[in-house]
């Protein structure tokens, strides 16, 4: 453990230098494990000069756009929220596999345009285990030269907890999160109702107390959409529990979805990403 902790504290000092160079800095910041560390490590390395800018649409759930507020008014860090309609971004709401691309070559180039106004470089918080899975947004990310921090001083997410955890910040434990459009099965329409059903859905969930779930959709029309709950495979029995599934099944129903359903796998990350490795 105090091996690990020492390498992970050599790739902070490290990460603190890529910052320092920078001089000023916009982080596209979600409130999430990753971008919550890289805006505190921003404001460490250059103070004032850093900036947490913060996406307010309908993929980003409201839990964490307070979380995100609340640390930047505590940690004293500069703060704004840049509105993004992603519905409007043509071929995103078809949802096909390149949907992270489409969405994020759009919106990062309106950060790009705040980080010009700030005369600062562009980051975000993608860490080295991000490199593994499906990831399409990350060639957006290329292609319009955005900085990935965490990736060029080689942190990986277990470091970024740990780190986070000595470093005090209030994420170092958080669930994993993504944007609501990945519950979505690839090529089945988005709509913004539909996202504030799993928004909803999510929520109640993180009420009753799971640590770490997804609500995945599945289905076109509106009155008849199938939810695919996803929670840790230590918590599948507390799902079943009578007095919790009945609060769920009529909960869910009120939220807009006709099937309530449990996904015996259980949590895992990327799972919508399953078909396409079949078809591969």
Not at 130 to 137: F, I, N
Request: neutral net charge; proline residues 3%.
């Amino acid at each position: 453990m105090e091996k690990n902790l020492l390498m992970a504290e050599e790739k902070y000092n490290k990460l603190l230098s890529i910052l320092q160079e920078m001089g000023r800095i916009v982080v596209a910041f979600s409130g999430g494990v990753d971008s919550t560390f890289l805006l505190f490590a921003a404001k460490q390395a250059v103070g004032e000069k850093a900036l947490g800018v913060t996406l307010r649409s309908g993929v980003v759930p409201r839990r964490d756009l307070d979380e995100g507020a609340a640390f930047c008014e505590q940690h004293n860090i500069r703060h704004e929220y840049l509105d993004f309609d992603e519905l409007a971004v043509p071929g995103f709401a078809e949802n096909p596999p390149d949907r992270c691309y489409i969405c994020k070559k759009t919106l990062f180039t309106k950060l790009l345009a705040v980080a010009a106004r700030e005369q600062a470089v562009l980051c975000e918080g993608s860490n080295m285990d991000d490199l593994g899975d499906y990831r399409p947004g990350l060639r957006a990310l290329r292609e319009l030269a955005v900085r990935s921090p965490l990736q060029e001083a080689g942190l990986t997410k277990a470091e970024i907890r740990l780190l986070s955890h000595k470093l005090g910040l209030p994420t170092w434990a958080k669930p994993a999160s993504a944007c609501l459009a990945s519950r979505f099965a690839y090529g089945e329409k988005i709509t913004a109702s539909k996202m504030l059903a799993v928004d909803e859905a999510e929520q109640l969930l993180f009420d009753l107390g799971f640590t770490q779930f997804r609500v995945r959709v599945h289905g076109e029309a509106e009155r008849s959409l199938l939810a695919r709950i996803e929670v840790l495979p230590e918590e599948l029995a507390k799902a079943l529990q009578a007095e919790l599934r009945e609060e769920i099944i009529t909960k869910f129903k009120g939220f807009g979805f006709a099937y309530v359903t449990l996904d015996l796998l259980g949590y895992r990350t990327g799972s919508m990403n399953e078909v396409l490795k079949q078809t591969k």
